[in-house]
Structure formats: C-alpha cells, structure tokens
Nanobody, 116 residues
Framework: QVQLVESGGGLVQPGGSLRLSCAAS????????MGWYRQAPGKQRELVAA???????NYGDSVKGRFTISRDNAKNTVYLQMNSLRPEDTAVYYC??????????WGQGTQVTVSS
C-alpha cells in the first residue's frame, strides 16, 4: 500500500547533526502514523521517534531532547532531525508506517555512523 524510501544517512562526527528523510508513495500519507526505528549490530530494533496522524510525537528515552520527528503531509515525507549525535547513535535507521488497521510497512534503511 505504501512504499518508503529513507535518505540522509552518512558519517558524522560526535556532536554533529544529520537530517533523515523518508519519502512515501503509493497510498495517502496522511492516513499513516509514522516512526523512525534503528538497529545497531547485535542489538534489537528500537523505537527512536514516532508521530501520529494527528501530529503527536513520542521519543525513545535515549534521544529525547536531541532528535525531532516531523511530517509534511503535502510532501508525503517524514523527517528526523538528529542533533548532538553520539557514537551510540550509530545504527541503520528505518522508516515505518502504520495504517489505521495496524499494518506496518518498512523502508530499506539508511546507515548513520557517528565517529571521530
């Protein structure tokens, strides 16, 4: 129903910033709650941030105060602004869409590496 493509990952130094984008196509973007998850090697996938259809946001404890999720329904895009990045933030970041009937769709992921 919806296809998701992440972009914006890369290598950044500790303390730096990155802005991830997730472009959606195939279905009405505004009908989905959106989220960002990440998975580091040897670890389970964890919620980074989520935003509901109504715009309510939620963040994982480790990123509160540093990351901001937003959505632009007119552009069918969800963003993750990441500031004050730490080496522990290194992971593959995945975009997720959840429908009103709780079906989930995933992007291919984008690598974020925080290293000096």
């Amino acid at each position: 129903q919806v296809q998701l493509v992440e972009s914006g990952g890369g290598l950044v130094q500790p303390g730096g910033s990155l802005r991830l984008s997730c472009a959606a196509s195939g279905s009405l973007f505004s009908g989905y709650a959106m989220g960002w998850y990440r998975q580091a090697p040897g670890k389970q996938r964890e919620l980074v941030a989520a935003i509901t259809r109504g715009g309510t946001t939620n963040y994982g404890d480790s990123v509160k105060g540093r990351f901001t999720i937003s959505r632009d329904n007119a552009k069918n895009t969800v963003y993750l602004q990441m500031n004050s990045l730490r080496p522990e933030d290194t992971a593959v970041y995945y975009c997720n869409a959840e429908s009103r009937v709780h079906a989930h769709y995933w992007g291919q992921g984008t690598q974020v590496t925080v290293s000096s």
